[in-house]
């Protein structure tokens, strides 16, 4: 698999401020996948994004992939607490494989 | 559905002691790998299963064993615990090699 950069490593906003984490590859990504994992628990798979250009919506999230396929984007308006976890992407380019980004560590504090 | 489940949830070795990290899911799926998760450096592939009787090496395979005898199961072997091998270990699972995977609740393993 490619390696994904993740920026931010660690943000913390207040409760009801927009967050945005990236995701960015050198080289061209087949397709990108979103995960979260809260304090202490498991990742849990969010989307997968497949097209150029591609933005889908989860309630007050929205992903994006870009029109080159080389980075992605997961935006969240208005946190809540409930947002707290370290949010993660994963190139699928290897097929077999996911590479996982270090991931971004979202603080909200009330 | 019990999903993706794992054994034992934390574990204490001895430098030098083997054991077996389990897991198992219940969703006839056919892909299942094994991840290890390190402070600051994400999660690692360490081996993975595309079916029964198919295995092959992630990212970091070193004192790693894995079968995969059956499609529920996917046990993890550690031959030779090393302090290096301190981690969360999390198994996971998805239809398909490139759908989105199921992870388990994970173990904490840490080797003294």
């Known amino acids: 698999g490619q390696q994904v950069m993740q920026i931010p490593q660690y943000q913390h906003v207040q409760e009801g401020e927009d967050f945005t984490t990236y995701c960015n590859s050198s080289t061209t990504l087949s397709n990108i996948q979103w995960y979260k994992q809260r304090p202490g628990g498991h990742p849990v798979f969010l989307i997968q994004?497949?097209?150029?250009?591609e933005v889908k919506k989860q309630k007050r999230l929205t992903f994006q992939f870009g029109e080159a396929k080389k980075n992605s984007s997961l935006h969240i308006t208005a946190t809540q607490t409930t947002d707290v976890g370290t949010y993660f992407c994963?190139?699928?380019?290897?097929?077999?494989?996911?590479?996982f980004g270090k991931g971004t560590m979202l603080l909200v504090s009330p | 559905n019990a999903g993706v489940t794992q054994t034992p949830k934390f574990q204490v070795l001895k430098t030098g002691q083997s054991m077996t990290l389990q897991c198992a899911q219940d969703?006839?799926?056919?892909?299942m790998s094994w991840y290890r998760q390190d402070p600051g450096m994400g999660l690692r592939l360490i081996h993975y299963s595309v079916g029964a009787g198919i295995t092959d090496q992630g990212e970091v395979p070193n004192g790693y064993n894995v079968s995969r005898s059956t499609t529920e199961d996917f046990p993890l072997r550690l031959l030779s615990a090393a302090p290096s091998q301190t981690s969360v270990y999390f198994c996971a699972s998805s239809y398909a090699p490139g759908g989105g995977q199921y992870f388990g609740p994970g173990t904490r393993l840490t080797v003294l």
């Open positions: 994004l497949v097209k150029s250009g």
């Open positions: 994963a190139d699928n380019s290897g097929y077999s494989t996911l590479t």
């Open positions: 969703m006839n799926h056919e892909y």
